[in-house]
Structure formats: C-alpha cells, structure tokens
C-alpha cells in the first residue's frame, strides 16, 4: 500500500490509502480528468450556442474538482509523461464536435461518460470489501457518480442515434479505451 494524499476536500480524512497496484489505474484517471477538463475548453471555444457554453461551463468546473482530487492522488512523478497528448486530445474532442452543433455535442459527453462510468466501476469494483482503501473506494464513487450526471444530462438531450451518432460514438469510445491504456502505461 501507498499513502499518497492527506486531503480534506475528497473525504474530510487525513489520508487515503492507494494500493500500488491501483496506480496505473489511477494514472489513467488522472490523464482522463486533464482531457476532461480540455474537452470542454474545446467547446466552449468554438460553440456559439449559449446553451452548450453554459453546459461546458458547468461541467468543467466539475471536472477540475476532479482534476484536483487526482492531483492529490496521484504524484507527480506517478502521472503521465503524455500529459500535453492529453490535454490536446481532449480539446479536439471537445472542440470538433461543437463546430457540428448541440447533438454532436452531447453525443461526445454520452459517449465519453459512458466509458468512463465503466473505467470507474472497475476501480470502485476493485476495492469493495477491501475496508483499508475505503475512503479511495468513496471518493472514486463520488467521481463516478458525478460522471454519470454528466452522461444522463447530455443523453437526455439527444435524440437516438443514428448511423452518423453510432460511428462517433464508437470512435469516441474508442479514443477513450486507447487513452487509458496508454496513459496507465505512459
């Protein structure tokens, strides 16, 4: 086990245990919650819809809390080495969805938050019953559940996919898988 945080803002304890097997996972979160945050920096810097604008603005400040959690996760010298790849590879995701308008959009959310709700529940999954790394297990729900307001807020807002949504979805999720095996390597 590594004790890698004392932190008041995940769980109000001192500190949270990390099983060392779990850091490339979280390695991975990590590099996720970078790309998050640039997702949608992508698209509040290309859409004119105030709409999507609010909902960028809304959701990345959650995904900076994020951000901030895994920072204290995660040190420095056990983060991505490709951190620049992720934070321009969250951009584009973000940004070349939003110059096709609101359904591009929410189908890239859906698509992301949806594999990032089964990235989560792996992890979560992992540590249940495992009372030492309780309080990673809680804030990694947390995290979670945060996630899948975000994908049910986006879902919400679309209509089924068609072969066009399917394709990006399916790009889009892809993208996601790679990035997580590189970056709980890299």
């Given at each position: 086990?590594?004790?890698?945080?004392?932190?008041?803002?995940?769980?109000?304890?001192?500190?949270?245990?990390?099983?060392?097997?779990?850091?490339?996972?979280?390695?991975?979160?990590?590099?996720?919650?970078?790309?998050?945050?640039?997702?949608?920096?992508?698209?509040?810097?290309?859409?004119?819809?105030?709409?999507?604008?609010?909902?960028?603005?809304?959701?990345q400040?959650?995904?900076?809390?994020?951000?901030?959690?895994?920072?204290q996760?995660?040190?420095?010298?056990?983060?991505?080495?490709?951190l620049?790849?992720?934070?321009?590879?969250?951009?584009?995701?973000?940004?070349?969805?939003?110059?096709?308008?609101?359904?591009?959009?929410?189908?890239?959310?859906?698509?992301?938050?949806?594999?990032?709700?089964?990235?989560?529940?792996?992890?979560?999954d992992y540590?249940?019953?495992?009372?030492?790394?309780?309080?990673?297990?809680?804030?990694?729900?947390?995290?979670?559940?945060?996630?899948?307001?975000?994908?049910?807020?986006?879902?919400d807002?679309?209509?089924?996919?068609?072969v066009?949504?399917?394709?990006?979805?399916?790009?889009?999720?892809?993208?996601?898988?790679?990035?997580?095996?590189?970056a709980?390597?890299?």
């Open positions: 086990m590594q004790t890698l945080i004392s932190n008041d803002q995940a769980t109000g304890s001192e500190q949270v245990g990390v099983p060392s097997e779990l850091l490339p996972a979280l390695r991975s979160d990590h590099a996720g919650e970078t790309g998050a945050v640039c997702i949608y920096r992508g698209i509040r810097a290309v859409t004119r819809d105030p709409q999507i604008a609010a909902f960028a603005r809304e959701h400040a959650t995904e900076q809390k994020h951000l901030e959690i895994m920072e996760l995660v040190p420095q010298t056990q983060r991505s080495r490709l620049p790849v992720w934070r321009l590879a969250g951009w584009v995701t973000g940004a070349l969805p939003a110059l096709f308008g609101a359904q591009a959009v929410y189908r890239t959310i859906d698509a992301v938050e949806s594999f990032v709700d089964l990235h989560y529940s792996e992890q979560i540590l249940a019953g495992q009372e030492q790394y309780q309080d990673l297990r809680i804030i990694l729900q947390k995290c979670r559940d945060d996630e899948l307001v975000h994908r049910d807020e986006a879902r807002r679309l209509p089924p996919p068609g066009t949504g399917q394709v990006w979805t399916t790009l889009v999720s892809a993208g996601s898988r790679v990035g997580v095996f590189i709980s390597r890299v």
